[in-house]
């Protein structure tokens, strides 16, 4: 797979040499690291979050099954309508292996493990739930935003326990209508009864983000990474 160098966002007020942590942050199927940039942006002021730098990666372009074969960025192939009875597990490990050498690149700068956050949105929260859990080293949090846990069926197998207490921000809009609020809370469920942190929000929007997510994501983030 060939991918694009992420696009990075910090405070430019402070002296780049104090940051300190990193988001990691996943788009959903057919976009790009661009996407969330104005969230992060947001997410960055007023100076909530001074000593953060946000890495925003683009997924490779690849043929969709599911959209009939059109070419898009995507972290992995989607075969038929979600619920997702096959899924395309050879693409979720190599973008899983992409993101570790995110986290890597990151701890060679300087950031300690435990200061870096892996988040997504839909596609990218299902590659940011199934990497965290699988990471070898310690991360500072998970955000999982409206999307579900994907090879749910090999976790007990694959997790790793570094990341057993690593809390996780799961939110999902109650008019969902590409991945539904059921499905999602399954996942939520699956990873309660094996005893992960979840903490759980619901929103009034469809699949998108809204204004209210964003300040509760913001307030999450100073939280973990205080």
């Known amino acids: 797979m060939n ?13 780049q040499s104090k940051i300190d942590a990193s ?8 976009a790009d690291g661009y996407d969330f940039e104005p969230v992060a942006k947001q997410l960055l002021q007023p100076d909530a979050l ?42 979720i490990k190599a973008s899983q292996r992409y993101i570790d050498t995110l986290i890597q690149t990151e701890i060679s ?24 859990l699988r990471q070898p080293q310690k991360l500072a949090a998970v955000l999982a935003l409206s ?3 994907p090879l749910h069926s090999k976790l007990a197998a694959e997790a790793n326990t570094a990341n057993q207490n690593t809390p996780i921000f799961m939110a999902h809009g109650i008019f969902d209508d590409v991945i539904s609020l059921d499905m ?10 094996r005893q992960y942190f979840v903490n759980w929000h619901e929103y009034r929007m469809p699949h998108s983000v809204c204004a209210e ?9 100073k939280q973990v990474l205080s």
Do not use: C
């Open 3 to 15: 991918y694009a160098p992420p696009l990075e966002l910090t405070n430019l007020h402070i002296n």
């Open 23 to 30: 988001v990691i942050w996943l788009h959903g199927l057919g």
């Open 50 to 91: 001074p000593n953060v730098r946000f890495i925003l990666p683009h997924a490779p372009e690849m043929a969709v099954t599911r959209n009939n074969g059109y070419i898009m960025p995507a972290w992995y192939d989607i075969y038929g309508v979600i619920p997702v009875h096959e899924e395309d597990e050879a693409g």
């Open 109 to 132: 700068r300087g950031i300690p493990s435990g200061r870096i956050v892996i988040a997504g949105f839909s596609q990218g929260g299902a590659i940011a739930l199934h990497t965290a």
């Open 147 to 149: 999307t579900y846990l």
């Open 184 to 193: 999602s809370k399954q996942s939520r469920d699956l990873l309660q009864n």
């Open 213 to 221: 997510e964003i300040a509760d994501i913001q307030a999450f983030l």
